[in-house]
């Protein structure tokens, strides 16, 4: 087929070095598609989290929110959270931690974790958009957002243990 369609190429005056435009936009194309073997853009990172209640353990697929910028946008501007999804903030030392809800459309149950992995105090069923401070009692490792009534509906309360390779690092309570 190659060998027939370069001659219908030339008995059109078509010379050799010379290519159609349409087959020259083809080739242009294809040099600026990724190889085969190139990685989507990274999206945010996920942690497994387990929620260890009276009730039983409870599993949680949540976005990791580790830098600065991460943690200032948080879950603003989401207009809904999975039964077991949530963004789990880690602060990496425990300290004086407080929250808000500024653009945030849905309520949330918040879970401030102490640096033992154990649930210090929540927040239920935040106000959404609100911009009143919500702070943690002590100072916490990390906090765990989750959709709101969910601490309700698997009988969460603070004493719990939550555990996650994300915070494997932390320091001895």
Not at 60 to 76: K, S, W
Not at 95 to 110: E, F, G, H, R
Not at 154 to 165: D, E, F, M, V, Y
Request: charged residues 15%; hydrophobic residues 45%; contains cysteine.
């Amino acid at each position: 087929m190659a060998a027939q369609s370069l001659r219908e190429t030339r008995s059109r005056g078509w010379q050799a070095g010379q290519w159609p435009l349409g087959f020259a936009a083809l080739l242009a194309g294809a040099t600026v598609l990724p190889p085969a073997h190139a990685q989507p853009p990274a999206g945010p990172a996920h942690c497994d989290v387990l929620i260890e209640t009276v009730g039983g353990a409870h599993r949680f697929r949540a976005e990791l929110a580790a830098t600065p910028e991460q943690r200032a946008q948080g879950l603003q501007g989401r207009t809904r959270v999975a039964d077991d999804a949530g963004m789990l903030f880690d602060f990496g030392t425990p300290q004086a931690v407080a929250m808000w809800m500024k653009n945030t459309p849905i309520s949330l149950d918040m879970l401030f974790i102490a640096g033992d992995g154990r649930v210090a105090a929540i927040a239920e069923r935040t106000v959404p958009y609100s911009l009143d401070t919500i702070a943690a009692p002590a100072p916490v490792r990390a906090v765990l957002e989750v959709r709101g009534g969910t601490a309700q509906r698997i009988g969460l309360k603070a004493g719990a243990r939550l555990t996650s390779p994300c915070l494997v690092n932390a320091p001895p309570p």
